[in-house]
């Protein structure tokens, strides 16, 4: 029979040891920055029914899904393309139960059937944040700052990274300004969205087919690419848009959070920025690499009427996601990853080594205890004498210490070996868990 080579499916990535100790550096960050700021960790479903999503984004999504019927089923369902439907649905079932503001937080896995490209995969890890039950300013920026504190855990700084920062009734009202006919805003939003996808011609071309004098259309390509710190005057723009600067109030009490907050040298003031999700209601946030070259890292923003439509009561939310695989790009790119990711690997308190012989039958015993104790011990497996080869074994592990067995076995005694120093004693067997436990500092 012709043997057949068998690789992951196009899109999805083989996670070794030290490829998943990478992704798991990224998790601890986006883990430990959601418990600091008070979120509780929740989970759903691989896979949801298909309407789930269908609700809220239309049929138009089902090509972008893994969508199945089981066999001799009547029920369609699809593997979960994004979180937010599914936390949705979660706090519409038990809403009049649930303490107020919810706060939670997830790490699960997505599916999405496109094209895999850079930055983008079928299958991929996301972070989700989410706050339900407050509105205002400083809840947004609250959510804004969960994701810095663990980009800043990863060792990034504003010097890497920008949260672009927008509001979908600071854009709706700079539109109108600008002569676009209400029944064509939301094309123009989606012509906003699409800016940094199409060159200048195209981009020109579909904003006069918005219905807009040329004028307007140099102002609108203008506004659409205009970026500045959130800390500077709102006066340049809202010159360029031709509004007055009172349209600007909703983004000025972001600039008031951020500052209170201090993570105002994170955020750029981006008008372009939209978002291309209708339920998106009011801030709107994208972070991106300052040097453009990737997608964005994470997108989010305020959706006060989700819930609402799964069902639930109306209620305030705001969250982002934040996936791991342009993160892993703009890390890797900044050096910010190990060069020798074996370093991401746990390390072994103890490698008991036995020098063969009787001392062979004293190894899984040791261990045991040892292992029991809390300790994370490891053994060779290797049918050898030579200890200087067993002892580079355990350097290789990054053990902190050696135990080893040999024929000292018989007056109940072993070699502990610190790895870091060189430093050997012996010491009686039985108080091995407990010398390894002093010197690591275990209780």
């Known amino acids: 029979m012709a043997e057949h080579s068998f690789q992951a499916p196009k899109g999805t990535r083989d996670f070794y040891p030290t490829d998943l100790a990478m992704r798991r550096r990224m998790e601890d960050a986006w883990r430990s920055a959601s418990v600091d700021f008070g979120f509780d960790e929740i989970e759903g479903p691989t896979f949801e029914h298909l309407e789930l999503y269908t609700a809220k ?34 706090v519409a079932a038990k809403a009049g139960g649930l303490p107020t503001p919810v706060k939670w937080f997830a790490i699960p896995t997505m599916y999405r059937a496109e094209r895999p490209q850079r930055g983008r995969l079928r299958e991929f890890g996301q972070w989700n944040i989410d706050v339900l039950g407050l509105e205002g300013a400083a809840i947004d920026i609250e959510v804004i700052g969960v994701a810095i504190l663990a980009l800043e855990r990863l060792g990034l700084t504003p010097k890497d990274v920008q949260v672009r920062v927008s509001h979908r009734a600071v854009i709706a009202q700079v539109l109108a300004a600008l002569g676009v006919p209400s029944e064509r805003a939301a094309d123009a939003m989606t012509l906003l969205d699409r800016r940094d996808k199409l060159d200048a011609a195209e981009f020109h071309k579909r904003a006069l087919a918005l219905g807009l004098a040329s004028e307007a259309v140099q102002r609108f390509d203008l506004v659409a690419r205009a970026a500045q710190p959130l800390a500077n005057s709102f006066a340049n723009l809202a010159h360029a848009a031709g509004v007055e600067l009172e349209v600007f109030r909703e983004l000025e009490a972001l600039r008031e959070a951020a500052q209170a907050a201090g993570i105002l040298d994170w955020c750029t003031v981006d008008v372009g920025i939209v978002r291309g999700l209708a339920y998106y209601t009011g801030t709107v946030f994208e972070i991106h690499e300052v040097s453009g070259a990737e997608r964005a890292i994470a997108g989010g923003g305020r959706y006060d009427g989700l819930v609402e439509l799964f069902g ?16 892993s790009n703009v890390l890797s790119d900044r050096g910010l990853l ?96 407990t010398a390894c436990a002093r010197v690591l500092g275990a209780p």
């Not at 305030?316 to 695989?325: K, L, R, S």
Request: glycine share 10%; net charge positive; aromatic share 6%.
């Open 57 to 90: 984004s239309g049929d138009g999504i089902v090509s972008e899904l893994f969508s199945f019927r089981r066999a001799g089923g009547e029920n369609d369902y699809a593997l979960r393309p994004e979180f937010t439907p599914t936390l949705a649905r979660m």
């Open 312 to 327: 639930g009561p109306k209620m305030p939310a705001c969250g982002f996601g934040m996936g791991d695989v342009v993160l």
């Open 338 to 433: 190990p060069k020798d990711a074996a370093v991401l690997l746990p390390r072994p308190d103890a490698f008991i080594i036995s020098a063969g012989g009787d001392a062979d039958s004293f190894v899984p015993t040791l261990a045991s205890r040892m292992r029991r104790a809390g300790l994370h011990v490891r053994t060779s497996y290797k049918a050898t004498r030579n200890v200087g080869k067993l002892l580079s074994d355990a350097n290789k592990a990054r053990a902190r210490f050696a135990i080893i067995i040999g024929a000292e076995i018989a007056d109940g005694r072993v070699a502990l070996k610190d790895l870091a120093s060189g430093e050997q004693r012996w010491i009686a067997i039985d108080e091995a868990v």
